[in-house]
């Protein structure tokens, strides 16, 4: 199973710019899909951005359209989340996650058997 790390969470203010980071290892295989969740306090997981491995294809939630963007350097086996103008109702943790191949229904959770442990990202207004 491939190991993931999210990092570059925090505190900000609305209206502010953060970037995520999802570091994997032990891939075995070349072709997946890597994609955002997060959860706010009291809520469901939801869905936020995902991208297959060759950049064919990506997804966004309707929340964050046009907002934030998913990005990947397949050197650094790294997946970033640019997210700009930031509200408050951004709070939550924001989780990554990966499976194997291109995956259709980018987001639907069961798509994904790895997941990291997840990153705080705080939005003040």
């Known amino acids: 199973q491939v190991q993931l790390v999210e990092s570059g969470g925090g505190l900000v203010q609305a209206g502010d710019s953060l970037r995520l980071s999802c570091i994997a290892s032990?891939?075995?295989?070349?072709?997946?899909?890597t994609a955002w969740f997060r959860q706010a306090p009291g809520k469901e997981r939801e869905f936020v951005a995902a991208?297959?491995?060759?950049?064919?294809?990506?997804r966004y939630g309707d929340s964050v359209k046009g907002r934030f963007t998913i990005s990947k350097d397949n050197a650094k086996n790294t997946v970033f989340l640019e997210m700009n103008r930031l509200e408050p109702e951004d709070t939550a943790v924001y989780y990554c996650?990966?499976?194997?191949?291109?995956?259709?229904?980018?987001?639907?959770?069961?798509?994904?058997?790895?997941w990291g442990q997840g990153t705080q990202v705080t939005v003040s207004s």
């Open positions: 032990g891939r075995t295989y070349s072709a997946y899909t």
């Open positions: 991208m297959s491995s060759n950049g064919a294809s990506t």
């Open positions: 996650a990966e499976g194997a191949g291109y995956l259709a229904f980018k987001h639907l959770q069961n798509r994904y058997n790895s």
